[in-house]
């Protein structure tokens, strides 16, 4: 079956699955979800992806990239390969993360609802997605020659840059994902 061998069925069953059963909610006197509930959705599916390969790129391909030959990283590096995928999703994630995050955060300032734990998140938030846009992809592109022309020496300094931008985003990731939490689950200042 298709959806079992291409990720585009996969995702596109997912979102017919969920249709239906909001679909089956609602004929059973559910209420439907309003613009915010859905920018809630999407925050969270885009969030998932954008922090879940932030995490893999931080935990598991920094640290094995780095011990290969030059041949691996080029085969790695090419067009359609794995680390291009990889940059394709991860950034899009933080893109669409910050989209819906905006929308929801509109939201709760219309409806007097936001407080101080759900501002410290979203401030972590908007910064990595800027480190992801204006430092990391920026650095990736010129390191990947995307963008040719970067010397040996200019790809190293930038491949520098791009990392302690995305250890830094792995740091503010873990208050920023509690207070994201905590704003609606338990406010710890309110």
Same mark, same amino acid.
């Given at each position: ?38 920018? *809630? $959705? @999407?925050?969270?599916?885009?969030? =998932?992806?954008?922090?879940? #390969? +932030?995490?893999? !790129? ?13 041949e ?12 291009r ?5 991860? *950034? $899009? @994630?933080?893109?669409?993360?910050? =989209?819906?995050?905006?929308? #929801? +955060?509109?939201? !709760? ?15 972590f ?16 592109? *010129? ?21 302690i ?18 704003s ?7």
């Amino acid at each position: 079956m298709t959806i079992f061998t291409n990720h585009k069925a996969a995702i596109a069953t997912g979102f017919a699955l969920a249709a239906i059963l909001i679909g089956i909610g609602l004929a059973q006197g559910g209420q439907m979800p309003d613009i915010f509930g859905l920018a *809630r $959705w @999407g925050h969270f599916l885009a969030g =998932i992806t954008w922090i879940g #390969l +932030l995490y893999y !790129l931080n935990f598991c391909h920094v640290p094995v990239f780095a011990g290969l030959s030059a041949e691996t990283k080029g085969e790695l590096t090419r067009e359609g390969s794995i680390v291009r995928r990889v940059l394709w999703w991860f *950034r $899009w @994630g933080a893109m669409f993360t910050l =989209i819906f995050g905006l929308v #929801l +955060l509109h939201g !709760l300032h219309k409806n007097g609802a936001m407080g101080v734990d759900i501002m410290i998140g979203a401030a972590f938030g908007i910064i990595m997605w800027f480190n992801v846009w204006f430092i990391i992809w920026p650095a990736q592109k *010129r390191i990947l020659g995307i963008v040719p022309g970067a010397t040996d020496e200019e790809k190293a300094k930038l491949g520098k840059r791009a990392l302690i931008a995305s250890r830094t985003n792995t740091i503010l990731s873990i208050p920023m994902l509690f207070f994201m939490g905590a704003s609606a689950h338990f406010p710890i200042f309110g």
